[in-house]
């Protein structure tokens, strides 16, 4: 579900990992308030990216140096999805403009949450619905 807001910084609270998703030109991403990750983390296409961001509160803001490029950085207001998968747990995909709008260009982050208390132990399920075989009925 999309939110119609799209704040420049996104407040998240307790541990969350960072990755890549989609980037259709450079971009960067600050966080700030963390325990342990506080930066700007360059986001290009291929380039690996894996962050563990801990705290109790802290921000994340996605920004562009569009159209110059010539490294002045700026926030981009950043449209949030969020879902919640039973083996994954919550996910915040935060998306943004990097470049020009109207040319469909996107960079995208996936956000998990890793808390424990926000995500459940995944478990396989314990419901079977296979109907089981039934043996072919006797020859008279």
Sequence with gaps: MA?????????????WRITLGTVDLPCSFVVSGSDNA???YM????????????GTEWTISLQSDWPDRNGNWHPLPALREMTFEP????IVLLGVHPGAPHRGEWAWLT????DPETNPI????????????QPPPPIR
């Design 43 to 54: 986001v290009e296409q291929g380039a690996p990216l894996d962050v563990l961001v801990t």
């Design 122 to 133: 995944p478990t396989n399920n314990p419901y079977d619905f296979t109907i089981p075989e």
């Design 87 to 90: 083996q994954n747990g919550l």
């Design 38 to 40: 506080d930066g700007r």
């Design 3 to 15: 939110m119609l807001d799209t704040p420049y910084d996104r407040t998240l609270y307790g541990p």
């Design 111 to 114: 956000c998990t949450s890793m």
